[in-house]
């Protein structure tokens, strides 16, 4: 299957440790032949370091990568060149990033830049986000606040979006659009 086939933008959502990542990398790997993995993580503490290290080992050296915890708009923009296929990973991340270290009036600026880069976008874009209004209710007006402004971030790109998939225990849902056969 040629790139030129595939859909422009595609959500990937999920909960924590549901497949979704590994599911973009792979849909990815399987179907372009150049791509950037944005990473929007900050590594604070030893764990989160760990993790990144097992995220990059997963990815393997053929990837492109830029880390960006704030203005993943302007890498969009500027830096997918050469690509045929950027992946941000994760949306959420990013928006906590934001919320923390801008404060929640920053957000709707932020979200809007992210939003026109997509609807500008010249190449294949993956994002991958957690669906975390599936959980409980936040014991936190802060925690209340972020779960809030994911959801609505998530609504606007599924908007946006040519193809939604909702992964569940490693598997893949198209929730909307319609992915091929070979890939779910």
Same mark, same amino acid.
């Given at each position: 299957?040629? =790139? ?9 959502? *999920? ?7 590994? /599911? ?11 791509? +950037?993995?944005? !990473? ?5 503490? =030893? %764990?989160? !370091? ?10 393997? =050296? ?11 708009? @302007?890498?969009? %923009? ?16 990013? #928006?906590?990033?934001?919320?923390? @270290? ?14 026109? !880069? ?8 993956? +994002? ?6 599936? *959980? ?9 606040? /972020? ?12 908007? #946006?979006?040519? @193809?939604?998939? /909702?992964?569940? !225990? ?9 992915? =091929?056969?070979?890939? +779910?």
């Amino acid at each position: 299957m040629s =790139p030129s086939t595939h859909p422009d933008l595609i959500l990937v959502l *999920g909960g924590a440790r549901s497949g979704k990542s590994s /599911f973009a990398l792979h849909y990815i790997e399987d179907h372009y032949h150049t791509y +950037l993995y944005l !990473a929007s993580a900050e590594i604070g503490d =030893p %764990e989160m !370091a760990s993790r990144v290290k097992h995220h990059r080992r997963d990815r393997g =050296p053929q990837w492109g990568l830029v880390e960006e915890p704030l203005e993943i708009a @302007q890498v969009l %923009e500027k830096r997918c060149e050469g690509v045929e296929v950027g992946l941000v990973d994760c949306l959420t991340l990013w #928006l906590s990033n934001i919320l923390l @270290q801008k404060g929640a009036e920053a957000v709707p600026a932020y979200q809007q830049e992210l939003l026109q !880069a997509l609807r500008k976008r010249r190449r294949a874009i993956v +994002l991958v986000a957690n669906e975390v209004g599936l *959980g409980i209710v936040p014991e936190t007006p802060l925690g209340r606040q /972020f779960r809030d402004l994911a959801g609505r971030l998530n609504q606007e790109v599924a908007v #946006l979006a040519d @193809q939604v998939v /909702f992964t569940v !225990a490693g598997l893949p849902m198209t929730v909307k659009g319609g992915l =091929p056969a070979d890939v +779910l």
